[in-house]
T-cell receptor
Framework: AQKITQTQPGMFVQEKEAVTLDCTYD???????LFWYKQPSSGEMIFLIY????DEQNATEGRYSLNFQKARKSANLVISASQLGDSAMYFC????????????WGAGTKLIIKP | DGGITQSPKYLFRKEGQNVTLSCEQN?????MYWYRQDPGQGLRLIYY???????QKGDIAEGYSVSREKKESFPLTVTSAQKNPTAFYLC????????????????FGPGTRLTVL
């Protein structure tokens, strides 16, 4: 079974609109962390935001926020006021437990912002 | 500036050749990772190392080898046994210890694009 599922292979969004990228996860651990990374066409992976399983509030970093619904096992990324520079691949990843520092990656969502 | 460097940026290999991809970090991170990314796909773990002179296989280690002789260096060799090595290779590192609320996010290098001719 997939541990990280990103159901949207691609999305087109009008500039300045908000966009939600979906991520669902599967784990039996009580302690885990969820990460979102951005990969522009140049290839480098850029860390965006983190949510810990025990965090009571949704994480926010500038225009990025994470809609964390623990019971549904979803960790959707919300980008407010999208910009042309937001066009990229976006990956959701999970780290299970505190002793294992490996990440399990989703297949990614390609986001294209239209002017 | 602290970060991760990978070289070369582009690499062309003839069939039957071994090639080595370089990865160096000056972040003083304990753990280092190698990932492979195929077009339109997510990242797959090849090898990782949490301490010098020790490393573990990831999900797709066959046809690859690594070494970790120094904390800051984690080179990846793509051997002739790897049947389909054309891909984008990313190196990453992370600090294992930290504050309880530390993210311990992985930091990435710029990648090496390998093409088999």
């Amino acid at each position: 079974a997939q541990k990280i599922t990103q159901t949207q292979p691609g999305m087109f969004v009008q500039e300045k609109e908000a966009v939600t990228l979906d991520c669902t996860y599967d784990t039996s651990d009580q302690s885990y962390g969820l990460f979102w990374y951005k990969q522009p066409s140049s290839g480098e992976m850029i860390f965006l935001i983190y949510q810990g399983s025990y965090d009571e509030q949704n994480a926010t970093e500038g225009r990025y926020s994470l809609n964390f619904q623990k019971a549904r096992k979803s960790a959707n990324l919300v980008i407010s006021a999208s910009q042309l520079g937001d066009s990229a691949m976006y990956f959701c990843a999970m780290r299970e437990g505190r002793s294992n520092y490996q990440l399990i990656w989703g297949a990614g969502t390609k986001l294209i912002i239209k002017p | 500036d602290g970060g991760i460097t990978q070289s070369p940026k582009y690499l062309f290999r003839k069939e039957g050749q071994n090639v080595t991809l370089s990865c160096e970090q000056n972040l003083n991170h304990d753990a280092m990772y190698w990932y492979r990314q195929d077009p339109g796909q997510g990242l797959r773990l090849i090898y990782y190392s949490q301490i010098v002179n020790d490393f573990q296989k990831g999900d797709i280690a066959e046809g690859y080898s690594v070494s970790r002789e120094k904390k800051e260096s984690f080179p990846l060799t793509v051997t002739s046994a790897q049947k389909n090595p054309t891909a984008f290779y990313l190196c990453a590192s992370t600090q294992l210890a930290g504050a309880l609320n530390s993210y311990n996010e992985q930091f990435f290098g710029p990648g090496t694009r390998l093409t088999v001719l």
